[in-house]
């Protein structure tokens, strides 16, 4: 069984800040992907940002990227300079290969200030 | 094109009512998926169709039956809700069922409220 840890309390960030967002996972498999999604209040999941598990470089995409840390099953997301519009619940979710089931963590909620 | 389409986009039905949930997506897509998300938790998985074949139920009860017409669609078809089934229910979408490093994206979801 795969299992998603997000345990951090809601967050406020100032407007051009950098913010970590922590996600650590559990699984015996050694293929799979961590993704992480934003969902703002409209409630659409929006894909943000994918690491695989053979992946050798930390993956970026934009304003976002991810410190992946596989010895200690660590994938934290990084959004660098906030804005307004970032503000919402960050989920980090893992999924094994041969598997359609993906594993949600609980989410972070992130409020950015002006 | 990366959309998925899902309507309508709110909902309100009784618990005698009989209702669909449509989903769309013209991504050439093999997996789709139904979630149901409560309020500040992360979405459940319901319903997963793999190849226009239904692969995954978990465990849901019978009153939420899942279709796949044809590759591109998928509905959800409610029928004596309780309103505890109250929720925002998102559909997905992936290129290849079970294949890494394929992400599923998702529609902006139905908000139902059941009464």
């Given at each position: 069984?795969?299992?998603i840890?997000?345990?951090?309390?809601?967050?406020?960030?100032?407007?051009?800040?950098?913010?970590?967002?922590?996600?650590?996972?559990?699984?015996?498999?050694?293929?799979?992907?961590?993704?992480?999604y934003?969902?703002?209040?409209?409630?659409?999941?929006?894909?943000?940002?994918y690491?695989?598990s053979y992946?050798?470089?930390?993956?970026?995409?934009?304003?976002?990227?991810?410190?992946f840390?596989?010895?200690?099953?660590?994938?934290?997301?990084v959004?660098s300079?906030?804005?307004?519009?970032?503000?919402?619940?960050?989920?980090?979710?893992?999924?094994?290969?041969g598997?359609?089931?993906l594993?949600?963590?609980?989410?972070?909620?992130?409020?950015v200030?002006p | 094109?990366?959309?998925?389409?899902?309507t309508p986009?709110?909902?309100?039905?009784?618990?005698?009512?009989?209702?669909?949930?449509?989903?769309?997506?013209?991504?050439?897509?093999?997996?789709?998926?139904?979630?149901?998300?409560?309020?500040?938790?992360?979405?459940?998985?319901?319903?997963?169709?793999?190849?226009?074949?239904?692969?995954?139920?978990?465990?849901?009860?019978?009153?939420?039956?899942?279709?796949?017409?044809?590759s591109?669609?998928?509905n959800?078809?409610?029928?004596?809700?309780?309103?505890?089934?109250?929720a925002?229910?998102?559909?997905?979408s992936?290129?290849?069922?079970g294949?890494?490093?394929?992400?599923?994206?998702f529609?902006?979801?139905?908000?139902?409220?059941?009464?």
């Amino acid at each position: 069984a795969q299992k998603i840890t997000q345990t951090q309390p809601g967050m406020f960030v100032q407007e051009k800040e950098a913010v970590t967002l922590d996600c650590t996972y559990d699984t015996s498999d050694p293929s799979y992907g961590l993704f992480w999604y934003k969902q703002p209040s409209s409630g659409e999941m929006i894909f943000l940002i994918y690491q695989g598990s053979y992946d050798q470089q930390n993956a970026t995409e934009g304003r976002y990227s991810l410190n992946f840390q596989k010895a200690r099953k660590s994938a934290n997301l990084v959004i660098s300079a906030s804005q307004l519009g970032d503000s919402a619940m960050y989920f980090c979710a893992l999924r094994t290969y041969g598997n359609n089931r993906l594993a949600f963590g609980k989410g972070n909620q992130v409020v950015v200030i002006p | 094109d990366t959309e998925v389409t899902q309507t309508p986009k709110h909902l309100v039905m009784g618990m005698t009512n009989k209702k669909s949930l449509k989903c769309e997506q013209h991504m050439g897509h093999r997996a789709m998926y139904w979630y149901k998300q409560k309020a500040k938790k992360p979405p459940e998985l319901m319903f997963v169709y793999s190849y226009e074949k239904l692969s995954i139920n978990e465990s849901v009860p019978s009153r939420f039956s899942p279709e796949c017409p044809n590759s591109s669609l998928l509905n959800l078809h409610l029928h004596a809700l309780q309103p505890e089934d109250s929720a925002l229910y998102l559909c997905a979408s992936s290129q290849e069922p079970g294949q890494l490093p394929y992400e599923q994206y998702f529609g902006p979801g139905t908000r139902l409220t059941v009464t």
